[in-house]
């Protein structure tokens, strides 16, 4: 099963839980991006627009008691200086210092509750490697090389195989 989305040009989105569900997202999405592509003001939507959308979508369904039961990961790189984190408490500037793009990642879940981080993760990788990758990557995000990043995936990935071995054991990687 797929559980990686591409949504328009610069966000991936990633889904843990229910896919029936996830589909539906896929097609809302789907329909959003092909909405704001038609009115041809040369906008396109980034993750942090994605990110919010599908925040407000979520606690709108978990207000109407009709959850969508996913666990969302937002991620992507934007062309600016800057991000714009938001939620419903509070908005908040990020600076980002790479270039030229602006990377983002959060979290949205089936209530609505939205955070982000440098690392994340859905289902039993968020109890089992969530503290594999930040021991791994916080404040290492800028140095980070390609094959850093891929040995720790496959760390993650072993200890989430021994301990639930219903996952396939074989991480793949792509190449360009």
Same mark, same amino acid.
Not at 118 to 145: C, K, Y
């Given at each position: ?8 040009d610069y966000t991936v989105l990633g889904a843990g839980g229910d ?34 959308? $599908?925040?407000?979508?979520?606690? =709108? ?6 959850? &969508?039961?996913?666990?969302? +990961?937002? %991620? ?14 509070? $908005?908040?500037?990020?600076?980002? =210092? ?6 983002? &990642?959060?979290?949205?879940? +089936?209530? %609505? ?14 109890? $089992? ?37 219903r996952s396939f054991n074989k991480v793949c990687r792509r190449s360009?």
């Amino acid at each position: 099963m797929q559980r990686l989305q591409a949504v328009g040009d610069y966000t991936v989105l990633g889904a843990g839980g229910d896919m029936s569900d996830f589909q539906y997202l896929q097609t809302i999405l789907d329909q959003l991006v092909v909405e704001e592509f038609s009115r041809g003001d040369g906008h396109n939507l980034g993750p942090a627009e994605i990110h919010e959308y $599908l925040s407000q979508v979520m606690y =709108s369904r978990r207000s109407k008691m009709d959850p &969508l039961w996913n666990a969302l +990961l937002v %991620g992507g790189v934007k062309e600016g200086k800057r991000c714009i984190l938001s939620s419903r408490l509070h $908005l908040t500037l990020t600076a980002c =210092s790479i270039s030229p793009g602006c990377r983002f &990642l959060a979290y949205v879940d +089936l209530l %609505g509750t939205t955070y982000s981080a440098s690392t994340l993760a859905t289902g039993f990788g968020a109890h $089992l490697a969530q503290p594999l990758l930040r021991s791994a990557v916080e404040n290492r995000e800028d140095i980070l090389t390609e094959e850093e990043a891929f040995k720790i995936l496959e760390q993650s990935m072993r200890v989430l195989f021994y301990r639930d071995a219903r996952s396939f054991n074989k991480v793949c990687r792509r190449s360009n």
